[in-house]
């Protein structure tokens, strides 16, 4: 009878990527028939962009068992309880969006129905009152949830993380290779193809060492090495959609205690990310090279730097999009690789996670099982065009007239998933959340209402208890969430008496 189990899994390239890959897959493929090696070369820089998660990061953690306090000290990270938009729908304006649902739902609805009516009155107060994890970021506040009290809104406390992703490599390598991960240090010259099947059979370095695998996971990032410059799988550009295809990056000084959230500035032809570590703050501006080039986007950018900075600023670019076979034959390719949407919400990292869950999931013999490689695709294809969604509504949904870059934004065409979000919502207040979709409704509420997007009316069952009613309930509320997030502590002090990092 054929063997057909697959034994020696390659990952090519290292990063986030590649040791989210190998520590996640070592940790559940227990099996001494399995080997794992990870090729990557010192002389390659990783992109590093993205340092900071969303809460869903925390099942990847607790699958790799690791100590979440110290993660934070050797990762020199910070936490986040969501991310502050400034000047998208209007220069001057600011909303956050939280990871957390806004009050409580009522008589069967969300939420916001009733906050609502209570706005129509005229009596309600910002949104943002009924939300904790919005209010302990404006008051820089934070704790981890808190089960002691059944009724508390501590309970539901989400987070995420900031973190050096350099940093956060080096720890997943470290545990990698103590779960048998084997590094390899050198760079791929060439790629060795089956001549019947097309499969990759194996790989050359510099050395000259081959490295023979029955699968290869690629994790080269832009190039794309196995996916794209060997089995031509195709790129999706989604320019159109997301128009930003450049990045300045670099790291400043901050004299001030962390912020527990990202901050996100809209700018005259993009956007500037400022994500606060333990020790300094990563920042970055995500900007189109159609409407602005880089001599005034790098000017633009220090220009809003907030301390001296620690390195020069670099540029990246990129093209927004994904791979239309992230799993080609016996390649799959994980991170950037596989496509990138700009990290406007944290996803990349995350893309990541759930690549690696999906491969689990669907994960083959050496048969490769066409209908399962189908299946994976077209589940990653929804994922990419989901989250795709959600960061467009950010650019469409603009008031702002002030340059060609949101002129542009404004009245482009947007795929007609969003169209179709952005009518239901301003019509009548209705959220979906379809297929399981990463961003819950609270998510799209946040950024609805915090662009400005107002519905005309709101679901009928709001109606159906009296003002009377309606105020104690929305007082009650708003008094209960207030306190809780007044009892948190600082996150300067809850880090120190914690999580303090290692790093000076």
């Known amino acids: 009878m054929q063997d057909l189990k697959i034994r020696n899994i390659v990952i090519v390239g290292g990063g986030t990527a590649g040791w989210m890959a190998a520590s996640g897959l070592s940790k559940i493929f227990k099996d001494p028939e399995i080997s794992f090696r990870l090729i990557e070369s010192d002389e390659i820089a990783t992109v590093g962009v993205g340092e900071a998660t969303i809460p869903q990061i925390q099942y990847y953690n607790r699958l790799l068992d690791l100590d979440e306090n110290d993660f934070i000290r050797k990762t020199n990270a910070t936490f986040k309880l969501g991310i502050q938009f400034e000047n998208w729908g209007r220069v001057g304006d600011s909303y956050i969006h939280p990871f957390l649902h806004y009050g409580q739902d009522m008589e069967g609805i969300h939420f916001h129905h009733f906050w609502l009516r209570y706005r129509r009155a005229g009596k309600a107060p910002p949104i943002d009152t009924y939300n904790l994890l919005a209010l302990a970021a404006r008051d820089q506040k934070f704790q981890r949830p808190d089960f002691s009290q059944p009724n508390s809104p501590l309970r539901q406390i989400a987070y995420a993380f900031h973190f050096d992703a350099g940093l956060y ?33 194996s790989v050359t370095l510099d050395s000259g060492e081959v490295i023979a695998g029955d699968l290869f ?69 995500v900007f189109s090279s159609n409407f602005q080039g880089e001599d005034d986007a790098m000017e633009s950018y220090k220009r809003d730097v907030e301390g001296p900075l620690l390195k020069d600023p670099y540029f990246l670019r990129f093209t927004t999009g994904m791979r239309k076979t992230p799993w080609n034959k016996n390649v799959v390719a994980i991170g950037l690789s596989s496509g990138f949407l700009e990290p406007l919400e944290s996803t990349s990292i995350h893309l990541i996670q759930s690549s690696v869950a999906r491969l689990m999931t669907n994960f083959p013999d050496k048969a490769f099982n066409q209908a399962d490689i189908d299946y994976y695709n077209r589940r990653t294809r929804v994922e990419f065009e989901q989250i795709r969604d959600f960061l467009v509504l950010h650019y469409k949904a603009t008031e702002r007239d002030d340059t060609e870059f949101w002129n542009y934004c404004r009245t482009m065409d947007i795929p007609d998933t969003l169209k179709e979000k952005i009518a239901v919502f301003s019509e009548n207040g209705r959220l979906y959340r379809e297929d399981n979709e990463m961003f819950k409704e609270a998510s799209w509420l946040a950024v609805f209402l915090g662009q400005n997007i107002m519905p005309k009316r709101y679901h009928p069952i709001a109606d159906i208890i009296s003002d009377q009613e309606l105020d104690s309930r929305m007082n009650q509320l708003a008094q209960i969430i207030g306190n809780g997030a007044r009892a948190m502590p600082t996150h300067q002090q809850f880090i120190d008496a914690n999580c303090k990092a290692d790093i000076a």
């Open 169 to 201: 490599a080096r720890y997943l390598r470290q545990l990698s290779e103590k779960q048998g991960v084997r590094r390899t240090e050198g760079k791929v010259v060439s790629v060795q193809q089956n001549s019947e099947s097309g499969f990759v059979d």
């Open 217 to 285: 996971i690629d994790c080269t990032g832009f190039r794309g090495l196995l996916i794209e410059q060997t089995l031509g799988s195709g790129y999706e550009d989604w320019s159109h959609y997301l128009p930003c295809n450049r990045a300045v990056a670099a790291t400043y000084q901050r004299d001030t205690a962390p912020l527990p959230y990202t901050r996100a500035v809209a700018k005259e032809a993009g956007w500037q990310w400022h994500i606060p570590l333990q020790s300094r703050t990563g920042s970055g501006y």
